[in-house]
């Protein structure tokens, strides 16, 4: 067990030594200098705290250290060259609010990416300023609602699947919109009688992720895509699941008028614990005016910011974004060029490898042909006697990072597996056999299951304990 920092303290131990002489903080209004004298911070030394940190470092799980199959977080190598380029000097010198005339450099990537994502999407005019895909689609439901306000109608509903990202009614509610739910179908696909059921001159957009998130392409798109233009909606694309069909089919040819894509998901920049990420948006000729400001211009000769757009819903970040997380995204474009078209057939072909061979094992409740990720349910585990959770906790004793769990809410004690494309097929076959084996165990001995993981430096946690009562402050005894 890793002691906290506080616990390594030796009293009177000092870290670096700059100077002799004490700091006059007289410069300093004394009301906010911390007058509390007990203040409790470790007393460690430079060596000793580099060593805890990096121990504690080594703890965690990432893509480097093993098998990362997270669906929907799509969890691919993200290569270093990536890294490398977002650290020249030219990008991390340069301040946000310098003169366009010296920010050439900068603009012009972030025009060519704009302009990269377009073709990938099929969209007119994109926007790199949301910071995640949640924060895309708030962009895009402000632009739904703007848009609504300069035609004058009163449009209040959006319309979600019930297999839709939680994210999706929660940016729908911010922006004052009622979300209407609509079920999918047996075959895990929106239900078009159901949709025609509450589409009317209410209708404001739908939010769609395709394929969905039971990893199953929408078939009935073009379809859906009519009668929701006929009822005088929106089409809102949820592009989380961009990495299955990257240059094979886009938005646009669906019929959508707004999309925002995860960059941090499809295009290769490191994510987990909460960011960085970045969720551009795309929409299409009619709605370009509502973009957020400033838009990222070229004139053919300078590449400038413009903040004169006539409905612009405003700003949506600081600056003009996460900048970092848009030159690594560039930098991967570049680099895989046509192939990106290569990386969502891998992506494809590795989930169906993966779902025909666990299907004999797990129960398959859509058993057709998935697109770059499936969803098992967890059903025949649990009815002897270990559950979803159980599962994924012992597959955390065999190096693997374990699949999504109990999500889509659609699908009973659900796995969801997402292989990406970067990985060997000598890694999928050892998960697959890991699996196999679990469940072996399960018939054999679900006690012995139940008590993984046995190898983490945290064992089980309860779950309830910790939503409800967080330990995180350390308090001296
Ligand atoms: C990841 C995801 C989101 C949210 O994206 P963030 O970048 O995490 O905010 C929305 N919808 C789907 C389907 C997703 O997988």
Not at 135 to 151: A, Q, R
Not at 254 to 274: A, E, Q, R
Request: hydrophobic share 35%; net charge negative.
């Amino acid at each position: 067990m890793t002691k906290l920092i506080f616990e390594k303290s030796v009293e009177n131990t000092q870290g670096v030594k700059i100077t002799d002489e004490t700091v006059d903080f007289s410069f300093i209004n004394s009301k906010f200098l911390n007058q509390n004298k007990e203040t409790i911070l470790p007393e460690l030394t430079e060596l000793e705290v580099m060593r805890h940190y990096k121990e504690l470092s080594d703890k965690n799980f990432c893509i480097e250290k093993g098998f990362y199959p997270l669906g929907s977080c799509t969890m691919k190598y993200n290569p270093k060259v990536n890294e490398l380029l977002a650290t020249l000097e030219g990008f991390t010198e340069l301040h946000p609010l310098q003169d366009d005339e010296d920010s050439q450099g900068s603009l012009k990537l972030m025009y060519n990416l704009q302009e990269a994502l377009k073709t990938v999407t099929g969209m007119d005019a994109m926007t790199l300023q949301p910071a995640a895909g949640a924060h895309g689609e708030l962009c895009g439901m402000m632009i739904v609602k703007k848009y609504f306000e300069t035609t004058g109608e009163n449009r209040k509903n959006v319309i979600i699947p019930d297999s839709a990202h939680g994210t999706n009614p929660a940016s729908a509610a911010m922006c004052g919109f009622n979300t209407v739910e609509i079920k999918s179908n047996e075959k895990g696909l929106v239900d078009l009688e159901a949709l025609k059921a509450v589409l009317d001159n209410n209708t404001a957009a739908i939010m769609l992720t395709n394929p969905n998130t039971l990893g199953l392409f929408e078939e009935d798109i073009l379809e859906i895509s009519k009668l929701v233009h006929e009822a005088g909606g929106l089409l809102y694309y949820d592009g989380a699941n961009m990495n299955a069909i990257m240059g094979y089919t886009n938005p646009k040819l669906m019929g959508f008028d707004i999309v925002h894509l995860n960059l941090h998901k499809t295009f290769s920049t490191p994510h987990g614990g909460g960011g960085p990420g970045a969720g551009p948006v795309g929409v299409v000729e009619k709605l370009k005016d509502f973009l957020p400001v400033p838009t990222i211009e070229f004139n053919g000769e300078k590449y400038s910011r413009n903040y004169n757009v006539k409905h612009s819903i405003g700003k949506m970040k600081a600056f003009y974004g996460n900048f970092s997380v848009l030159i690594k995204a560039y930098a991967y474009i570049l680099l895989m060029g046509k192939n990106l078209k290569d990386a969502s057939a891998n992506a494809v072909l590795n989930a169906n490898y993966m779902m025909n061979k666990l299907k004999k094992h797990y129960l398959l409740p859509h058993d057709r042909k998935c697109m770059h990720e499936f969803v098992l349910s967890g059903d025949w585990q649990k009815e002897q006697g270990v559950n979803t959770l159980g599962i994924a906790k012992r597959l955390m004793d065999g190096n693997f990072h374990p699949p999504t769990v109990y999500f889509p809410l659609i699908v009973h004690e659900a796995i969801m597996i997402e292989p990406t494309e970067s990985e060997t097929k000598e890694r999928l076959d050892d998960f697959v056999d890991t699996m196999i084996k679990i469940a072996q165990e399960i018939k054999e001995n679900p006690e012995e299951v139940l008590s993984h993981p046995l190898t983490t430096p945290v064992r089980k946690v309860d779950e309830t304990l910790a939503a409800r009562k967080p330990d995180l402050a350390y308090k001296k005894a």
